[in-house]
């Protein structure tokens, strides 16, 4: 289904090709100031043709805000939007049109739904997330007001990883460069390994990784609504995302409970834990400290390279797409784990209105 | 919050050292026949107790059905259960009540609520799992009938690592053994893992591996809602769960796209792929392959053992707790990821019914 | 379905000669005292056997909590309850196994589900909303905090109508008599009808009023959950009820819109409305003034005289049923209307905890 | 909130004098044929200046579909549309920004909000139903589908009462008149009684009742969303609704039970009732006879003439409005009724898919 969020909620519309993307935030609080250069800056960080090492469609993304904000100011009301789609090469996709490209959702739409908009990847096409984008733009100035941060960057590109972790790095950084690696030594390596697989007209996946700073303690909705299970559940929805985990994740596993425990220490500023395997969550609920998880990106499906596949009447076909794609989506899905953190956020802090007297 | 899924929904209840634990399921369809054996086997399966690998605390956990259920037969009606808690040794919990136990929930509840049931962790208690398995076992039974299978095994003890993918494994001899591992010789080098944790007063984490069979193409509902999201959301949700990865998860991205891909082919049974690193859904939908994820569970925080820590008045204090707990969650924790599967399933199995005219 | 509330949410099972009849109760506030007498009381209310003119069944109905509760006061956490089922002559009911009784959702359900506990009516039982006067009871406790009064009454039994608006009555003096009339001669005929009813193996139906006060303005949520959309929503689905007004209500359409308009006036404690036609909600939200509303309740199915039908193999068939049943369900139906009408308060009193910044 | 329904959800935007109106259908099956004409031509009957007793403000309403359908079909995704404002004066509204008008939401607004779009209503406006009747007339392509057909007529305006039930009424002729009611000799006195009202600068009120045929036994979703539930839920979210009844509704409970109850029958076409006080629904299911019901609407609050009120400085003020205003909202809100009596349905068949094996 096509809603995210229990209080703040975006339902989200839109197929590739079709007019437009969008969606309707309800449940944000009246009073908000809407910043518009800021929620469409947070587009431009999404759009393809920004960079050497995305794709060269010109996709200019401009946001239209259709309700709920009247001189300046959200109303309490739902929020519309829409982003009309342009540039759309729509026939090139004419081929495709009744064959099952490897790894993608065309066969999966057909089996389910005995339809489907071929163009572009129609419904499953990762240009839904600009819906996104704009509600965790909206999301983000909600935080903001409360303190609350959220900053993404890529760690891992193929092999090539950020050998330090967060603590350890400027995050200011991670807009510095195309491919948002706050280490620039380490981002050089990625853009490079990027390039190498645009030349190979193959694609290279990787990791994303989320910092979020300043949720106080007590967000988060046990026994199913942990704030790590919307997360993850967040992350997971996201297009190409095969793996979650927060805090110490799969690693901490091979820790004894006696590494892996964060102690509690009294300090200046209130009770704090000594370590933070915790990923800043304890029981489902934010404990003060930072937040951080990982997202694993699978490598792109769409090759600019022959392969073999079959097509609706099942007969064995080869294709060989032409186009302007991403060899990796890395760079571009920094915004939108960003975004998606940012709408699980605003859900939680509105949600934890009403847990107390 | 307390409920879990859309149309097969269950909502859970209970503390641990509170009168009851249990649940109720709504949307399960009128006419299925309720197995009370497999149900209760399922239950057996989770409880303590049941070998020198786990807690030797002595928990019958027998459920009863409350309502839903006329002449063996559910009515189409709510199906509520509850499971009364017994063996209660509340006032182990005395010396604990004002102490935030180490990577436990008990700062964050009181964070939150203001207020918390200490007695055995509360509603934090994995004790309230129960809830799952019950309504996780009626899953199954409906699951049954459409072909679906769903088995979990542990893959990982700390760093002892089950080597072989399951398509090489035997998951018929999971319950031969205490650890619930397939391959008896990693099985026995578990088990010894888990007894040296034991005898260390110390803990171990490590991975639960499921597999799905039979599930049909179809399932899943882009473009929040896709397959492996709610699984995802499930596991997360579960007690110590750190990460959730599902085909060829965190190791995949280091892979190229052309490696990746899954190629269709035209088999007599139909369209099918060649190999299967999407891990049965594509786009967030079943494709007819097998379904399997791996979920990474933390060591268990609870130590016999000395420990400093924090009390609600922020001073400074020494735990050291007794009692009968897991040194490992893993073989107890197979029921529990098996049920919030079988739960997804149910719910989409249902929610795939309304795609089509 | 059977879940009730955004927040503050209701889920019901139990049948009528099942187990137990029950419920759980999320997004209640931690630190709500419970007060188990008060809740007790609430049941006895509803329960049969109480006066006279109600069906002489001696169910006790006593109500045991199972979670949610802990020193007496609510911990945020889910608050299960049930209600044992005793003195259930199920044998009374073989007769009527396959049988289609008048007026009765036995033809409906078997339609629906294909199956039907028959015993009792089943699920179709008002036995069931015993599950909402005890979560109805929670939400006064709740309401109580913030100066919210809810006061329900028979208006009208049959032709017997109150002649007066409840402005000019005394509330207090509902629980005086048996069919709680707050008007004493009023009340004597109501009586007089409902055994002269009975009298005649009929039954009569008639109108419960309800009357808020103390709601602030600001509670409801435009556009669907209106605040009198989902107050009535709430009554209609209460067994036996056909229909709701509020306000002015079906009478006020006669007027003219000059005649109808409430003029807002500049009073010591602020803005106010001269009149009230508008029940106290303008635009979907509370305005501040009194809430009332009608509620209209057919005459009860179940006929202790001979009546012809059909069954389920379409042979016709008559029927007599014996047994101990309500000549008129109004004055039991009181504490029912208060206490949906509890919920839906709750729940809005907590959905309106987000609407500002 | 903003949302309507369980599975075919409306999600409705915007405000009378922002951008545009429009909303998210969300869960309609793929493969339904759009019918272009179809949903203009019923947004035709809802829009203003249709007629000398509707409001001569010119708003065209063109619907602009925005995705979800693809060659001229469903595609099983989100359906998004909106219709641009128009023909806006926005600066009429100048003079009541600060003023409270009687009986409008201006004061509940600002008292839950703290800020409101003053121009035309902002969100409280009727305007906002023009998205419930694009979603209506999907809907009732998807019913047409299955034999049901949804049609509503003026029964009431002010004191002239249409005095048959619809079962002698004729209802192909409510379009041949511009009040919609069926009876030609009762329109004239309805068009006549508007006239008044609008030549005195007042306002009238009414009553809409609603017919469905075609539904088949088992629709309805106890115990919270009864068929009946819903649509009462439905009809009170219209702006201006004071009331709903069903069936027999306020006037069968003046019945005895004898004479309420509607004997079973056997019929060539299966079993049927004799009559129908149950207006097609048998504990919250429809058992297949029709569905009927009447739907209040109180006198619209904006008078072309002098008022008394209070502003939010809480001063004393009199308002004179000028502006195109309907005398009557009855006409109007015939397409209106149908269309949240359709989308109810829409629901409700789609939810009864999930209710056997």
């Not at 390039?195 to 193959?202: K, L, W």
């Not at 792109?300 to 009447?313: C, F, G, H, P, S």
């Not at 989506?329 to 939680?348: F, G, K, T, W, Y």
Request: neutral net charge.
């Amino acid at each position: 289904m096509n809603s995210f969020g229990q209080i703040f909620r975006l339902t989200s519309f839109g197929e590739s090709h079709g007019k437009a993307i969008g969606g309707i935030i309800d449940g944000c609080p009246a009073g908000l100031e809407i910043d518009l250069d800021f929620i469409q800056n947070e587009l431009n960080r999404r759009k393809p043709g920004q960079s050497k090492i995305t794709t060269q469609r010109d996709e200019s993304d401009q946001v239209e805000f259709l309700s709920g904000i009247f001189e300046g100011k959200t109303q309490g009301t739902p929020i519309a939007f829409q982003i009309r789609n342009k540039d759309q090469h729509s026939s090139d996709y004419n081929d495709l049109k009744d064959v099952f490209r490897p790894s993608h959702a065309d066969y999966t739409y057909i089996q389910k739904y005995g339809t489907r908009d071929h163009r572009g990847g129609g419904r499953s096409s990762a240009r839904e997330t600009i819906a996104r984008v704009v509600a965790g733009a909206v999301a983000k100035l909600l935080l903001k007001r409360v303190g609350v941060s959220i900053q993404a960057y890529v760690s891992r590109v193929g092999e090539i990883q950020l050998g330090k972790p967060y603590t350890e790095l400027d995050l200011s950084q991670t807009e510095s460069n195309i491919v948002r690696c706050p280490d620039v030594e380490t981002a050089n390596r990625m853009i490079a390994r990027i390039e190498e697989a645009g030349r190979n007209h193959d694609t290279v996946g990787g990791v994303v990784t989320g910092v979020i700073q300043g949720v106080p303690a007590g967000w988060g909705e046990p026994v199913f609504n942990k704030l790590h299970a919307d997360m993850g559940f967040a992350m997971l929805g996201i297009n190409a995302v095969k793996g979650f985990e927060y805090g110490s994740g799969f690693d901490g596993t091979r820790l004894s409970g006696s590494e892996h425990n964060d102690v509690f220490i009294k300090t200046e500023t209130g009770v704090r834990t000594k370590t933070n395997h915790s990923g800043g969550i304890q029981g489902g609920i934010s404990n003060g400290e930072d937040i951080y998880f990982n997202v694993a990106f699978k490598p792109i499906a769409t090759l600019l390279k022959e392969q073999n596949t079959v097509d609706r009447a099942e007969n064995e076909v080869t294709i060989n797409p032409k186009g302007r794609h991403d060899p990796c989506v890395l760079p571009r899905a920094v915004p939108i784990v960003e975004s998606m953190a940012a709408i699980v956020l605003a859900d939680h802090y509105l949600l934890n209105r009403i847990n107390q007297l």
